[in-house]
């Protein structure tokens, strides 16, 4: 082509391309519709389902252009109103999701700026953002200043990051996986086992230690297998606490592990993805010990009600973290420099990524800490509140939690598993409160979770009356059999 032909192709193409930077008046017009919609959508929150089990049929990509109203409307229908209403208070099954409205505001502005957070020469103002809250992250937890960390995209993430820095300073590769042993709760949560196969150490061996009746690991047996394991000539290498369970709410104690990792040396990485926050409220000395960890993980898309997508891990040894991280391995020789550490593509399997830190930053200097910490408290009270209420309807209740999940079931005359379960089908099928179940020690249960940041003392109650009525039904199905 010679010039003036690609002239004239530009031009043409223009028409079209063009379309994709939106002019201020149709701008407008966008962000209002959005407004509207958002507000109808929290505004609505008291009133809709937690819970709708419904399929969602209706998104598939079209060549058809439509308008904004109409893609709205069938966002409304086919995402809002099926499956879990994660921004509704009246979430109280797996851990609650949150959905702060100026978290949402953060990312709309990293969103319209787009800054490349993971690289400081590329935006240091955004990587420097990214590394305050890391910052923050290190000393709400107590963590040593030249500890590393970054902003992944949720727990599960933050472990892989963590477990990849543990197995490389540990030098767990070939034929000596095999040897190395990692010791687990039987409650831990299960991307704990999954991070353990995705970094190559399906084969390592994996010891579950058994539990106390509050669901906290017992050390004593934890030092016994350690001792059973090395007589046996095998290789301690990796113990994971859990810092609030995901079913019981359980704080292992940290401490007694944390002195039994050392001793042993072995890498302590603690599981605080749910229960991490909590460490800001009356709850503080539960937490005790948690400093003392090689590596911890924390989600602020639970503990801090941001919305999905963003969790930390916080690691000690640097040296680790970049050696699975960083691309030159040669550069390494003259240890980790300042520099390095201010790209968060360096500690994390991230290059090009969602600008996640100012999601975490603008809310916590918006609002300051003490609205956080508040809801943090509440939630622990609610929780206590829920179980005295469960107690006088005569429901059985889990050991008194450590934080704001805990569980309960009917004790039945008979069949009492099935008959729980019955209950659990007609608490979904109403769904107006979402409620979720567990098995714990043999037992079928249903877990109460209270994190949602507008969980209040109304949703509670309306738990109950609808837990009352269920139970009423369980009965009268159970009396029409007879
Ligand atoms: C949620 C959770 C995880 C997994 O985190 P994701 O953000 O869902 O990937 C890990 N451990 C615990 C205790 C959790 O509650």
């Not at 019981?248 to 592990?257: H, K, Q, R, W």
């Not at 005790?288 to 911890?296: C, F, T, V």
Request: proline share 3%; glycine share 6%; with cysteine.
């Amino acid at each position: 082509m010679d010039t003036e032909e690609i002239i004239l192709k530009l031009i043409e193409l223009n028409e079209a391309s063009k379309q994709l930077d939106i002019q201020e008046p149709e701008r407008l017009k966008m962000i209002n519709s959005i407004t509207d919609y958002s507000n109808q959508f929290i505004a609505g929150l008291n009133t809709v389902k937690a819970f709708t089990e419904k399929d969602a049929t209706l998104l598939e990509i079209t060549n058809q252009k439509r308008s904004l109203a109409e893609l709205l409307d069938l966002y409304q229908k086919e995402v809002a109103e099926t499956g879990i209403n994660a921004a509704s208070g009246k979430h109280l099954g797996y851990i609650p999701g949150g959905g702060i409205f100026t978290a949402a505001l953060a990312d709309f502005i990293a969103a319209v700026t787009n800054p490349y957070a993971s690289v400081y020469y590329a935006s240091p103002g955004a990587a420097t953002i990214e590394n305050e809250v890391v910052n923050w992250l290190k000393s709400v937890f107590s963590f040593p200043e030249n500890s590393v960390g970054c902003l992944s995209s949720g727990g599960s993430i933050s472990t892989l990051i963590a477990f990849t820095a543990a197995r490389d300073k540990h030098k767990v590769k070939n034929e000596f996986i095999r040897q190395h042993v990692v010791y687990l709760s039987e409650q831990v949560h299960h991307s704990t086992q999954k991070a353990l196969r995705i970094i190559g150490l399906e084969d390592i061996i994996i010891r579950y230690i058994s539990l106390d009746t509050t669901h906290r690991i017992k050390t004593d047996s934890l030092e016994e297998i350690i001792e059973r394991d090395i007589a046996a000539g095998l290789q301690p290498f990796l113990v994971v606490a859990t810092a609030g369970t995901t079913d019981t709410g359980a704080v292992d104690p940290l401490s007694e592990i944390a002195t039994l990792a050392k001793k042993y040396k072995m890498w302590f990485h603690i599981d605080a993805a749910y229960g991490g926050f909590f460490i800001m409220t009356s709850k503080r000395e539960r937490f005790k010990g948690i400093e003392k960890a090689d590596s911890i993980i924390v989600d602020p898309h639970k503990g801090l009600f941001l919305p999905y997508g963003v969790g930390a891990v916080l690691i000690k040894d640097s040296a680790a973290v970049l050696h699975s991280n960083y691309y030159t391995a040669n550069y390494m020789q003259d240890g980790a420099s300042e520099e390095m550490l201010k790209s968060s593509a360096n500690v994390s399997p991230e290059l090009t990524k969602h600008f996640r830190g100012l999601r975490v930053w603008l809310p916590l200097q918006l609002h300051g800490l003490e609205p956080f910490v508040a809801c943090l408290e509440e939630k622990l009270l609610l929780v206590n509140y829920f179980r005295n209420k469960l107690a006088e309807l005569g429901f059985c209740l889990g050991p008194e939690p450590d934080l704001s999940v805990s569980y309960f079931w009917y004790p039945f005359v008979a069949d009492s598993d099935k008959k729980n379960r019955q209950l659990m089908d007609e608490i979904h099928a109403d769904g107006s409160v979402f409620l979720s179940s567990s098995i714990i020690n043999k037992r079928f249960v249903i877990r109460i979770a209270i994190l949602a940041f507008r969980t209040k003392k109304e949703i509670v109650d309306e738990a109950i009356e609808m837990i009352k009525s269920c139970l009423k039904k369980v009965n009268q199905t159970d009396l029409a059999k007879n």
